[in-house]
Structures are given as structure tokens and as C-alpha cells.
């Protein structure tokens, strides 16, 4: 999983001892392909969903970051304003299936 330069910078910059980085990788472990994480962006150019106007993100709410969880109905379950995936991750875990811990057969 390779992030954007700018959002790299970001995390190194950030204080916080567990990366979005971290976080990222971890939901992947637990939820496989059920979890997918992406960044909507106010630019023209990048890996991630494009908002060069700003209107998505003004209609969302978002005045500088924010994390959404869209469920696959596209409602969606759980946002908070900043970069901390901590509480999606809480969020998720009430939902979904760690793959690890599932049982088989």
C-alpha cells in the first residue's frame, strides 16, 4: 500500500506514535478486501478521489480533514473531523469479522 507524498510527510510530521500508515496495514489484516481506504482531495492530480472544486467536501462538511466510514449501501456508518483512523477502526470492529479469528469449515 503506497500513500501519497504529501500524506507521508504528514505522518512524519505527526506526533503521534502510531501511523495512519499503521492503521491502514492493520484494518487490511483484519478485514482483507471488505475495507478499503482511499483520500478525497481538493486537487487535480493524485491516487486518490478528486475534488477540485471542493464542493464534495463542502457538502460533507469537511472544513480541513475528516475520516468517513461509507458502508457498501453508500450511507455512511461513522465520520469525526481530523486524521485519526482510531475511531473507525473502534467503529469497524463492531461490524465486520477480524479474518483472523474466524473460523472455517
Same mark, same amino acid.
Given at each position: 500500500?503506497?500513500?501519497? %507524498? ?16 499503521? $492503521? $491502514?496495514? &492493520? ?13 478525497? %482531495? ?20 469537511? &472544513?480541513?480533514? +475528516?475520516?468517513? !466510514? ?11 473531523? +481530523? ?10 470492529? &463492531?461490524?465486520? !469479522? ?6 472455517? +469449515?
Amino acid at each position: 500500500m503506497e500513500l501519497p %507524498e504529501d500524506i507521508r510527510r504528514k505522518i512524519e510530521e505527526s506526533h503521534d506514535p502510531e501511523t495512519i500508515r499503521d $492503521v $491502514v496495514r &492493520r484494518l487490511h489484516e483484519r478485514y482483507g478486501d471488505a475495507v478499503h481506504v482511499t483520500r478525497l %482531495e481538493p486537487s487535480t492530480a493524485g491516487d486518490f478521489l478528486l475534488d477540485p472544486t471542493g464542493e464534495a467536501l463542502a457538502r460533507l462538511g469537511v &472544513r480541513e480533514s +475528516g475520516v468517513y !466510514v461509507v458502508r457498501p449501501d453508500g450511507y455512511i456508518g461513522y465520520r469525526c473531523a +481530523g486524521t485519526s483512523l482510531r475511531g473507525a477502526e473502534r467503529w469497524l470492529t &463492531r461490524w465486520l !469479522v477480524d479474518r483472523r479469528r474466524a473460523r472455517t +469449515g
